[in-house]
């Protein structure tokens, strides 16, 4: 049974979302004003920051627009800026990554009723690669997740036996 389901179809702009409270699914359909390659959901936003790096890097922020469940699907301004290169712990030690922040702008008025915190997407010096997301996964209440693009840490490391105890 669905707990949660959000989609946007970005040719007719017509944004859904079902999400089940007390037992019963509640639903919601907003036709969305979507600007094509200015509007993005998701991981599309890791496609927009690789093809906007240059002007991120030189200082610029970006405003794109971002498509947004409270569960009401919403269309949201969104500030992109680069926040500097990092060393991201993984599995294997460390790699360079360069760190982008995606900043909803909530009109002044919804700032009382939404708290939409800011998305953080890391990725390689070029060729830029996918290397960490971290930021709530749909709507702005869910927790703060992280999602790398392999292991974070060092699993305890297998031992090799000889087949004796």
């Known amino acids: 049974k669905d707990v949660r389901t959000f ?8 944004a859904t979302a ?22 993005f959901a998701g991981f599309g936003f890791t ?3 690789k093809a ?4 991120l890097i030189k200082g610029e922020t970006v405003n794109l627009k971002a498509i947004g469940f409270t569960p009401q699907p919403r269309e ?4 992109i800026s680069y926040a500097g290169r990092e060393s991201i712990r993984m599995a294997d030690g460390s790699i360079a990554a360069e760190h982008y ?4 702008k909530i009109p002044a008025l919804a700032k009382w009723f ?3 915190p800011d998305a953080n997407v890391w990725l390689t010096p070029p ?32 031992r090799g036996t000889s087949g004796t105890p």
């Open 52 to 55: 906007l790096r240059e002007r």
């Open 101 to 104: 922040i995606i900043h909803p």
């Open 76 to 79: 949201v301004t969104v500030a």
């Open 114 to 116: 939404v708290k939409a």
């Open 47 to 49: 496609l927009a920051i």
């Open 127 to 158: 060729p830029a690669v996918f290397v960490r997301f971290q930021g709530a996964l749909v709507e702005p209440s869910d927790p703060i997740i992280r999602i790398d693009s392999g292991p974070a840490e060092s699993a305890a490391a297998p």
């Open 18 to 39: 079902v999400k089940t409270e007390n037992g019963e699914p509640r639903r919601w359909s907003e036709k969305l004003d979507i600007t094509p390659g200015q509007t």
């Open 7 to 14: 989609a946007v179809d970005f040719d007719s702009g017509m």
